[in-house]
């Protein structure tokens, strides 16, 4: 039981580390259209919006780089962060303000908010509770198994969060109004 909480651990950190990793770079590379997606939520006094437009993408990047390097405790305000984001998106919708871009990190893909999407990011907060404990030690098999499964969890949520845009994109709206 403990080695597979271990491996759990394992692929959790690493596949929620990449999410994050590769969503702060992708708002750093949107870093002028950001501000205006944070802004979108309605959420923060006006004048903290650029400063959490500005730190959020470093802050995702540091969190996900440690995930992935096996610092326990990153899952900490990785889970936290998981949950205010789902927690941003639920009241927005709860506002009947889904059409608003998630911010999710690839704006060429502008991804409307969803139920879809706040129970992927509970999903991911809940899949980090085992990186908490002990972890397999580096480059052991079990280590190898969780590397895995995290970078299998990583590919999944890039591909579900791909279709999804997609599916929502102005290709499907066009093909569906005919």
């Not at 959420?43 to 802050?59: D, I, K, M, R």
Request: aromatic share 4%; with cysteine; glycine share 10%.
């Amino acid at each position: 039981m403990q080695t597979a909480m271990g491996i759990a651990g394992t692929a959790g950190a690493i596949g929620v580390g990449a999410v994050f990793v590769g969503a702060g770079i992708a708002k750093l590379r949107s870093r002028r259209i950001f501000s205006g997606v944070v802004a979108n939520y309605r959420l923060l006094p006006e004048a903290l919006v650029p400063v959490v437009a500005a730190t959020l993408p470093f802050a995702e990047v540091a969190v996900g780089v440690a995930l992935i390097c096996g610092v326990r405790l990153a899952a900490v305000p990785a889970g936290l962060l998981l949950l205010v984001f789902a927690a941003a998106m639920a009241i927005n919708i709860g506002r009947g303000r889904s059409h608003i871009d998630c911010g999710c990190g690839r704006s060429e893909l502008r991804q409307p908010l969803s139920r879809a999407l706040v129970t992927r990011n509970l999903v991911l907060a809940l899949l980090l509770v085992p990186a908490l404990l002990p972890q397999p030690q580096f480059a052991s098999a079990q280590w190898l198994i969780g590397l895995a499964a995290g970078t299998a969890l990583y590919l999944i949520t890039l591909l579900a969060n791909t279709l999804a845009a997609l599916a929502q994109g102005p290709l499907a709206m066009e093909r569906n109004s005919r």
